[in-house]
């Protein structure tokens, strides 16, 4: 523990620090996926049929936006936010179907502080349950940590429990919960803050690697080790 002149503890020093470039637009590929900047006049459409799989709308629940009774409606929507610079969305393809099947945004981006979320994650139900969805937030830290982030934040309606169970299962470490937070869909929000900073990050970027790997798929495509099983012993405990 550091202490000040004044014998108060106090953070580690950063005489060094450099502030990394702001995260921007980008397209990132993997063995399973390709992550690109959304494209409204290219994506939309695929994206509104593979969402349309989820005929009970439950996937958009706890998100700001959505369901969306037609595809103007979505295409509109996309128009919007894909020239927004901050959230900077994303669309996800399935390299083996060479289809868009869900977004992501790279959000609250704070290049001076090196801190930037990870939100307004919709993964498709043709995405769900697939390495496509593990790839692409594997591909999207690790470009962050590769630029020089330290901090790369999930944050989600402390209701969100499939999306509290992912943050975990991606590496994430809970922190807590910022009471009402957000007023979204008419109704308050308690927001569950997780997180992964960058001294995290070599132990995490080798559990992906690990789980990745094709020798830990068996000829049915069934996973032989879960990605749990090797993020879980990596979490911080806090309070």
């Known amino acids: 523990m550091r202490l000040n002149p004044h014998g108060q503890p106090i953070g580690d020093a950063l005489p060094d620090w450099k502030a990394p470039p702001r995260v921007s637009h980008t397209t990132l590929s993997g063995r399973y996926c390709r992550v690109e900047p959304l494209d409204a006049a290219k994506h939309a459409a695929d994206l509104f049929a593979a969402n349309a799989l989820d005929t009970s709308g439950t996937g958009w629940t706890y998100l ?9 409606d979505y295409r509109a929507w996309a128009d919007k936010v894909s020239v927004s610079d901050d959230p900077l969305f994303h669309a996800i393809f399935d390299l083996h179907t060479a289809k868009p ?8 981006i704070d290049a001076a502080n090196g801190v930037v979320e990870i939100g307004n994650l ?3 139900p043709l995405m769900q349950r697939t390495p496509v969805s593990t790839e692409s937030m594997y591909l ?21 429990a499939p999306s509290r169970r992912a943050a975990q299962r991606f590496g994430f470490s ?38 990745l ?6 000829a049915d495509g069934k996973q032989r080790v879960a990605l749990s099983a090797l993020t879980g012993p990596l979490l911080k405990a806090w309070g």
Not at 187 to 204: E, H, L, N, Q, V
């Open 140 to 160: 999207m830290m690790k470009h962050v940590f590769a630029l020089g982030y330290r901090r790369y934040e999930w944050k989600c309606d402390t209701f969100n």
């Open 122 to 124: 919709r993964f498709s």
């Open 174 to 211: 809970y922190e807590g919960v910022f009471r009402q937070a957000v007023i979204y869909k008419q109704r308050t929000r308690d927001t569950a803050w997780y997180s992964i900073i960058d001294s995290d990050w070599p132990a995490i970027d080798a559990a992906f690697s690990e789980w």
């Open 64 to 72: 700001t936006v959505g369901p969306f009774s037609n595809a103007a």
């Open 213 to 218: 790997a094709p020798d830990n798929f068996d």
């Open 101 to 108: 099947v869900g977004v992501g945004a790279y959000m609250r």
